[in-house]
Nanobody, 125 residues
Framework: QVQLVESGGGLVQAGGSLRLSCAAS????????MGWFRQAPGKGRELVAS?????????YADDDVKDRFTISCEIAKNTVYLQMNSLKPEDTAVYYC?????????????????WGQGTQVTVSS
């Protein structure tokens, strides 16, 4: 059974940092890209960043996210991280880890078929 378990969310002041972790189990994840998505209240789920397990291909939502966030994968631990720096109140959302249907890192929700339960990130001003 495939499981993705996120951790590391919490409450932080604007300008602070958090590192999210996603522990994956249940299959050989090195064959599938991984992604971090987020969903703010009243909004749809959107990609934050995605990566192949070897890190050769990464995808970020936009330049602002790319400048502040870093996705990384640790194959030995089957764990994906999202380092978030210079956090802003608009980053407040539930963050989800997801496993893709192929090795290719993409931005489309439809390309991901396994999801974690989410972890809340709240950034205060």
């Amino acid at each position: 059974q495939v499981q993705l378990v996120e951790s590391g969310g919490g409450l932080v002041q604007a300008g602070g940092s958090l590192r999210l972790s996603c522990a994956a189990s249940g299959r050989s994840f090195s064959n599938y890209a991984m992604g971090w998505f987020r969903q703010a209240p009243g909004k749809g789920r959107e990609l934050v960043a995605s990566s192949s397990w070897n890190g050769r291909t990464t995808y970020y939502a936009d330049d602002d996210v790319k400048d502040r966030f870093t996705i990384s994968c640790e194959i030995a631990k089957n764990t994906v991280y999202l380092q978030m720096n210079s956090l802003k109140p608009e980053d407040t959302a539930v963050y989800y880890c997801a496993s893709a249907t192929s090795r290719i890192a993409t931005s489309r929700l439809l390309d991901y078929n396994y999801w974690g339960q989410g972890t809340q990130v709240t950034v205060s001003s």
